[in-house]
């Protein structure tokens, strides 16, 4: 509308994950909209706080949604590229941000796909020596393309045990239930294991004794805040980041699908959504 | 010996739980000697890093120890209490010196016993407020006379759906299997469980979602380092703060011992040394 400042007709805006929040809690005011006592309206799959209207987020045609949610996609980058900065950016962005990733420090990232490729990208370019951990041999030269200085096989026992105490934070993006004990001992001092891709029960029983004997921590993080979301882009449009994605027609959406669930994504899909004219 | 400068004869000092260390690795370098690369030399059921001969700890008559882990227990303090601090002392003061608890902060200590009892009084005379998680109800006024503004009893819902959110920090001093997740979602965003009494498998599964739905962590710590060890004891000195003990001779061991199993002591028990003339 009319009484919007921030930007002007032709700007280059995304919306990221949310499209409001109660603004008014501690966790909004300290610019963590993501973890609103109220709960942030999401962009999908929620219902709008005002109208009580679902939202349907990526799939919509049209959004409307309050000049604060937006955000400002910095000229130079590819808007096709950009567009899973807005999910998959934000959610290793912010862990690395907040547990101070940068020169000097050794971040590890578990799992090459969405979300730890863009770790990868983001963990270099902030400085850090950056090592994967991956169950599937083929991916080292994919993942040293995008950032890491190591590739580890996590199935390797040797591999493993050549990097016990090596990582100040462990990015953990799988998101299926998995074992945290193998990685835990890989952790320094005071190093901390961050799980963003698993929402649920862990398995097996987690052992206190890598925690209790090197004061580590096992924590979590849910994508990221808005202000701390344009500092992301802003960073990625300083350094020419995006994602690296396959651009599909609404048509194909089912292939997608079925191709997402074989992994088969390299590593994030974008629908064009001029396409769903088409239809 | 006469090198050392540091105490003469006719000083109170105390030896916690450590007699040695590496003293080259990072962690001993920066003062966490409980977490030396090469793992520190205990003293008790421990084998001496330089005699290889076996230590055993309280129970010792006399014991030789590097004068770098020898602390000064300040003029005033009643030595009977003040031989905990030193183990159930230091373990408590170093999480809350490392997570910050102070003026402003809210910290909850899960149990009531050695280490629990401490905690209480430490946070307080740090200026937390302080609440005591207990599973028995016949407890709060000792908590309260221990330094707790509040004691919630862990298997009252109501009493435990007051507190989500609530607490920066919680200290968990539980010593056998028992599960997080009732205590997780008390935490505030950012917060931390910190676990200093459980060493092995924790039941029943961990679930994720308090930890990603608001960067909440579960982490270990193990004793303190000696720098700190005296950073407290020094504080003791300052506020008169001792454990609560009792003391007992060593011909009355093994009946400790089994009031001990029966959570029967408060808090802590002392072994008189000059009783050990008397078999």
Partial sequence: ??????????????????????????????????????????????????????????YSEKIVVSDKFVLKVPDGLDLKGAAPLLCAGITTWSPLRHWKAGKGSKVAVIGLGGLGHMALKLANALGADVTLFTRSAGKEQDARRLGAHNVVLSTNKGQMASVQGRFDLIID???????????????????????????????????????????????????????????????????????????????????????????????????????????
């Fill in 1 to 58: 509308g009319k009484d919007v400042k921030r930007f002007k007709p032709g700007d280059h805006v995304g919306v990221g994950c949310m499209v409001d929040s109660c603004q008014k809690c501690s966790a909004c005011e300290e610019g963590h909209e993501q973890y609103c006592a109220e709960i942030a309206t999401f962009t999908y799959n929620h219902v709008d706080r005002h109208d009580k209207m679902p939202t349907y987020g990526g």
């Fill in 173 to 279: 993006t799988v998101p299926y239930v998995h074992d945290l004990n193998h990685y835990l001992p890989t952790l320094t001092i005071n190093g901390t294991l961050v799980l963003l891709g698993y929402v649920g029960d862990l398995e097996s029983m987690l052992s206190t004794v890598p925690l209790v004997m090197g004061r580590r921590s096992v924590a979590g993080s849910v994508i990221g805040g808005i202000a701390e979301t344009q500092e992301m882009l802003d960073f990625c449009g300083k350094h020419g980041i995006t994602s690296d994605v396959e651009v599909i027609k609404i048509q194909d959406i089912n292939k997608a699908y079925e191709r997402m669930l074989k992994s088969d994504v390299k590593y994030r899909f974008v629908i064009d959504m001029a396409s769903l004219k088409a239809t």
